[in-house]
């Protein structure tokens, strides 16, 4: 078993170790819920099995290792859940914030220690956090050089189908699960590239066994489609009574709507169509801006719209 000299979830939540250039087994991954601090002290039938690590890509030329951490539920027998690989979004953002503020089982108190999230989604499914692409959270390359980044969806998907190949030599069982990938926000560019690369890979298999069992994708608060969505904004607005035509803001909000309308027609179809415009940028916040309610009796924490539930404030 891989012993770790720490483990700190506070704002670095872990320090991990450099795997070994051959393939680890889940034992050695594996994490006894003693090494998180204050974990050990709840309910034992809640703390879920834990196992984090940085796995190395197979056939990686610049050693890239990412880092995961999986958590299951103890099992009482063979049961045949699913495995939901997540992933955040950014693009760069860690998916340990998935682990430890959102659908994960950790949070983190303001002492600095481990609780249980009981809405969990690992009671349902096994769920693996990946820090991708390299250089996002705790992954990284190990050859030396200037520090590598991607930046093109296609070889982000290829080191993510390099992932996948080595994750399930260290966990073989896995490949037989029924395989959800689930994201958020710029997740919602990542999971359909890698969705359509498993089906290629699948097409070229006779063996069934070998396959990805891929069964569903789930994309929440997707930034899918930047153009189409950023001149929704608008009507998204007027359509829910967030905003209307006599609010003497009005006329700023549409000139941006025009603005990032004229700069996405005016693009060159013989140059790469960019991925977000600073003028189609402006709006989301014009909008935030002239939605703001500061009369004196609003609370501090109510005065902005909520962008991921328009019907809440925060």
């Not at 994490?31 to 039938?45: F, N, Q, T």
């Not at 990284?140 to 290829?158: C, M, Q, S």
């Not at 153009?227 to 609010?247: G, H, R, V």
Request: glycine share 6%; with cysteine.
């Amino acid at each position: 078993m891989v012993r770790w000299s720490a483990l700190f979830l506070e704002a670095a939540p872990l320090l991990s170790f450099f795997a070994a250039a051959t393939a680890l087994t889940a034992n050695d991954y594996y994490v006894p819920s003693e090494l998180v601090p204050g974990l050990s002290s709840g309910d034992s039938s809640l703390i879920p099995e834990m196992y984090a690590g940085h796995i190395p890509l197979t056939n990686n030329e610049d050693g890239i290792q990412y880092f995961f951490w999986k958590f299951e539920e103890k099992r009482n027998g063979n049961e045949d859940k699913p495995l939901v690989i997540w992933l955040n979004g950014g693009p760069g953002c860690s998916s340990m914030d998935g682990a430890l503020a959102e659908n994960g089982p950790i949070r983190i108190d303001d002492d600095g220690k481990a609780t249980i999230n009981e809405g969990s989604w690992f009671t349902r499914a096994d769920t693996v956090y990946v820090d991708q692409p390299v250089n996002t959270g705790f992954s990284f390359a190990t050859n030396p050089g200037p520090k590598k980044y991607d930046d093109d969806l296609d070889v982000i998907t290829e080191h993510f189908m390099q992932f996948l190949d080595s994750y399930f030599q260290s966990f073989p069982e896995d490949i037989y699960k029924k395989l959800i990938l689930a994201g958020e926000s710029y997740a919602g560019q990542y999971i359909p590239f890698f969705a359509d690369a498993i089906l290629k890979r699948n097409a070229q298999l006779e063996d069934e066994y070998s396959k990805y069992n891929l069964k569903a994708l789930l994309i929440g608060n997707g930034w899918i489609d930047p153009n189409i969505q950023s001149l929704s904004y608008l009507p998204f607005a007027k359509e829910k009574n967030l905003i209307d035509e006599s609010s003497p803001y009005f006329s700023n909000l549409l000139r941006a709507h025009e603005n990032c309308q004229n700069v996405i027609n005016s693009h060159d179809p013989d140059v790469p169509q960019k991925f977000s415009h600073s003028d189609c940028d402006a709006i989301i916040g014009l909008l935030l801006a002239y939605t703001k309610d500061t009369s004196p009796e609003t609370p501090q924490g109510e005065v902005c719209l909520n962008v991921y539930d328009y019907t809440l404030r925060a």
